[in-house]
């Protein structure tokens, strides 16, 4: 069981859930395989977090929780979750 943030996190709060991930990736699975050593580094890179990190101007009241006060979910609901995160941070559009 992992702490997880929810599928709904608020867009100011994205990057916290990313690093919320990344954090209990590194805790229970600490680079066992290549897929994960993969996963941690590409989690871990500026080009992630910046895709990410996205609040809208003038939205700076959002407070964000801590990562071990998210509920513990099994290993499958966590990746399910992680994913639909990065899908949220790809459909997005890119704001210049």
Known sequence: MLNSPPH??????????LECFHA????H??????IHKKLN?????????SGV??????NNTTT???CDSHPKVNVQEFF???ESLI?????RPVQG
């Open 87 to 91: 899908q949220r941070a790809l459909s």
């Open 53 to 58: 990190e996205y609040c809208p101007s003038g």
């Open 8 to 17: 709904d996190v608020e867009n100011c709060c994205c990057l916290p859930a």
């Open 24 to 27: 209990n990736l590194i805790v």
């Open 80 to 82: 399910d979750r992680l």
């Open 41 to 49: 580094r590409s989690l871990n890179s500026s080009i992630t977090k």
């Open 64 to 66: 964000c929780h801590d």
């Open 29 to 34: 699975f600490n680079g066992t395989n290549k």
